[in-house]
């Protein structure tokens, strides 16, 4: 049995998450005219100075307030939590979109205990949506509860999924995506792995899976999605993660996870 969580600790993360992220999506929404990028893993795979800025932001400002917390955080940041509460964060999720200025991306912001993620807050301020779950509190999209969809058939079903950075890796999800296209609704690519997992949470597609993801991409995300009704999981029923992340209603997730084997 999961441990009842601290009411009073649940608000004070939440809304230290909030006022974080709408720091960080200030700071991100004044656009640079030019941006220094640095390739991580491939060509592909990239950070630009905004997305060190953001978790620089995010860093301090966690500090400030709870100084003995631990972080994890996409572009290096990584402290040892002494109060049993770590912040999992990815200062920008979907780089790619904002270095292109599309919309989408987001700020990615949770917390664990030693039971798992207690609070997520997924911020994008490109589409006015701010979500926010703790764990057994439910979902919301800007303050309003948001349920999964209960589609319970492929050909009803509209999916996201996301691309590997890794060339070879994405030549077999293209192979794959051939062979689920003829009988789903439609696939979509947002680019950006926490707004696909918000959108599984409230409705806006039915299912998502992608490989690759960190955990700072699927913490937040992941919690918001179970706190609206969808399960969440890797290949046959393993554990959602780098290697899986299939996430949808229970009817849809059953089919979903046949097909991706
Ligand atoms: P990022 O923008 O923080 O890198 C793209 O499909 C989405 O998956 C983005 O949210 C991207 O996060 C995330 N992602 C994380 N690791 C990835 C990987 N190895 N390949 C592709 N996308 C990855
Ligand atoms: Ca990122």
């Given at each position: 049995?999961?441990?009842?969580?601290?009411?009073?600790?649940?608000?004070?993360?939440?809304?230290?998450?909030?006022?974080?992220?709408?720091?960080?999506?200030?700071?991100?929404?004044?656009?640079?005219?030019?941006?220094?990028?640095?390739?991580?893993?491939?060509?592909?795979?990239?950070?630009?100075?905004?997305?060190?800025?953001?978790?620089?932001?995010i860093v301090r400002e966690i500090l400030e307030a709870r100084p003995?917390?631990?972080?994890?955080?996409?572009?290096?940041?990584?402290?040892?939590?002494?109060?049993?509460?770590?912040?999992?964060?990815?200062?920008?999720?979907?780089?790619?979109?904002?270095?292109?200025?599309?919309?989408?991306?987001?700020?990615?912001?949770?917390?664990?205990?030693?039971?798992?993620?207690?609070?997520?807050?997924?911020?994008?301020?490109?589409?006015?949506?701010?979500?926010?779950?703790?764990?057994?509190?439910?979902?919301?999209?800007?303050?309003?509860?948001?349920?999964?969809?209960?589609?319970?058939a492929l050909s009803d079903s509209l999916i996201a999924t996301g691309?590997?950075?890794?060339?070879?890796?994405?030549?077999?999800?293209?192979?794959?995506?051939?062979?689920?296209?003829?009988?789903?609704?439609?696939?979509?690519?947002?680019?950006?792995?926490?707004?696909?997992?918000?959108?599984?949470?409230?409705?806006?597609?039915?299912?998502?899976?992608?490989?690759?993801?960190?955990?700072?991409?699927?913490a937040a995300g992941g919690l918001i999605a179970r706190e609206a009704?969808?399960?969440?999981?890797?290949?046959?029923?393993?554990?959602?993660?780098?290697?899986?992340?299939?996430?949808?209603?229970?009817?849809?997730?059953?089919?979903?996870?046949?097909?991706?084997?």
């Amino acid at each position: 049995m999961k441990q009842q969580p601290n009411s009073d600790l649940i608000n004070e993360l939440l809304e230290l998450a909030f006022g974080i992220a709408r720091k960080a999506g200030e700071l991100l929404t004044n656009r640079p005219d030019s941006f220094d990028i640095n390739q991580k893993s491939s060509a592909r795979d990239f950070a630009t100075h905004m997305d060190h800025a953001s978790e620089k932001l995010i860093v301090r400002e966690i500090l400030e307030a709870r100084p003995n917390d631990g972080i994890i955080g996409e572009e290096g940041a990584a402290r040892v939590s002494t109060s049993g509460i770590t912040w999992v964060i990815d200062p920008i999720d979907g780089t790619v979109n904002y270095f292109y200025n599309l919309p989408g991306w987001n700020i990615s912001i949770a917390a664990k205990d030693e039971e798992g993620v207690l609070i997520g807050v997924v911020y994008a301020p490109t589409l006015n949506s701010l979500w926010h779950a703790s764990r057994g509190g439910g979902a919301f999209l800007n303050e309003k509860a948001i349920y999964v969809s209960q589609a319970d058939a492929l050909s009803d079903s509209l999916i996201a999924t996301g691309f590997s950075y890794d060339l070879a890796e994405r030549v077999r999800q293209g192979e794959f995506i051939a062979s689920l296209i003829p009988r789903v609704r439609d696939i979509r690519r947002n680019g950006a792995a926490a707004v696909d997992l918000c959108h599984v949470a409230s409705g806006a597609v039915d299912g998502y899976f992608e490989t690759g993801l960190k955990e700072w991409d699927l913490a937040a995300g992941g919690l918001i999605a179970r706190e609206a009704g969808a399960l969440v999981s890797g290949r046959n029923g393993q554990e959602a993660g780098e290697a899986m992340v299939i996430a949808a209603g229970p009817a849809l997730h059953a089919l979903l996870t046949s097909e991706i084997g």
